[in-house]
Antibody
């Protein structure tokens, strides 16, 4: 069974930092690119970041560029999102997900973790 | 950025009736390699999203054949031939041809 389990969310003050983790199992983690996608309360989906299977290439949304850093540990099947200089508009449920574009199958989503940025 | 515009944003449908959602991109989604990376996702209430359709018209394994995707270039459509109760939720188109990846605003399908 494929599982993606996010953790590390919580309440944080504006300007603060937080690191999200995503533990993957049930598939060949090191062979897949990964994404973070977020969803503000009652809103739609927003793509945040992408990382290549070997972790050497990343792409970020403009809204988080320079503040968020995605990384991965293929030896431990872990994905991370280091978030700094957090703003109230970063409040959202954050999902880790595989969304392969070039093939079917292998599209998995975690259950999401809530990050609330508020004073 | 490729702006994805869905319509309608709210779609009330009677059980057993068809439904159709449109997704229009601000730029062509044909990749330089010739493929079109347009996906459709479903998010049921209280659940994580799941992908229904990839590359415009290919159903994921396990997706009922009442779901179909079509389109090309900048205009795409998701159709449900006969809506069932379990189809209630929000549907998103998502493009993966251009960076950054972008989603449509979502279409809320409500069963009447």
């Amino acid at each position: 069974e494929v599982l993606l389990v996010e953790s590390g969310g919580g309440l944080i003050r504006p300007g603060g930092s937080l690191r999200l983790s995503c533990a993957a199992s049930g598939f060949t983690f090191s062979g897949d690119s990964m994404n973070w996608v977020r969803q503000a309360p009652g809103k739609g989906l927003e793509w945040v970041s992408w990382i290549s299977p070997d972790g050497r290439t990343r792409v970020d949304a403009k809204s988080v560029e320079g503040r968020f850093t995605m990384s991965r540990d293929n030896a431990k099947n872990l994905l991370f999102l280091q978030m700094t200089s957090l703003r109230e508009e970063d409040t959202a449920v954050y999902y880790c997900a595989t969304i392969p574009m070039v093939r079917g199958g292998g599209a998995y989503w975690g259950q999401g973790v809530l990050v609330t940025v508020s004073s | 950025d490729a702006v994805m515009t869905q319509s309608p944003l709210s779609l009330p449908v009677t059980l057993g009736q068809p439904a159709s959602i449109s997704c229009r991109s601000s730029e062509s989604l044909v990749h330089t390699g010739g493929q079109t990376y347009l996906n459709w996702l479903q998010q049921r209430p209280g659940q994580s999203p799941r992908r229904l359709i990839y590359q415009v018209s290919n159903r994921e394994t396990g997706v009922p054949d009442r779901f179909s995707g079509s389109g090309s270039g900048t205009d795409f459509t998701l159709k449900i031939s006969r809506v069932e109760a379990e189809d209630a939720g929000v549907y998103y188109c998502m493009q993966g041809t251009h960076w950054p990846y972008t989603f449509g605003q979502g279409t809320k399908l409500e069963i009447q």
